[in-house]
Nanobody
Framework: QVQLVESGGGLVQAGDSLRLSCATS????????MGWFRQAPGKEREFVAR????????YYTDSVKGRFTISRDNAKNTVVLQMNSLKPEDTAVYYC???????????????WGQGTQVTVSS
């Protein structure tokens, strides 16, 4: 079992930055693909970014490319999402997830955190 706990969300203005962290416990996460997803009110949960087990490969949804950076530290069992130049449309609950496959579909992720709220005001 892998437990994931997100932190770092908050209320910011457009153009600001936030750093989301995902702390993991239980099994080590180094074998897992780690992803960040978000869900806005009334919308489906959507893929934001993911990183391969070694950290060598990263993938982003088009709307965050160039603004968000995902990274991981397997020694510390942590995953970070650095979010810069935030926009009001980035407002959502952000979730950290762990899975065994390199996929954008949240259905492929077995373990999820409880989420952290990010609100970007205009």
């Amino acid at each position: 079992q892998v437990q994931l706990v997100e932190s770092g969300g908050g209320l910011v203005q457009a153009g600001d930055s936030l750093r989301l962290s995902c702390a993991t416990s239980g099994r080590i996460v180094s074998p897992y693909h780690m992803g960040w997803f978000r869900q806005a009110p009334g919308k489906e949960r959507e893929f934001v970014a993911r990183i391969s087990p070694s950290g060598g490969m990263t993938y982003y949804t088009d709307s965050v490319k160039g603004r968000f950076t995902i990274s991981r530290d397997n020694a510390k069992n942590t995953v970070v999402l650095q979010m810069n130049s935030l926009k009001p449309e980035d407002t959502a609950v952000y979730y950290c997830a762990a899975g065994s496959y390199s996929r954008n579909d949240p259905a492929y992720y077995n373990y999820w955190g409880q989420g952290t709220q990010v609100t970007v005001s205009s």
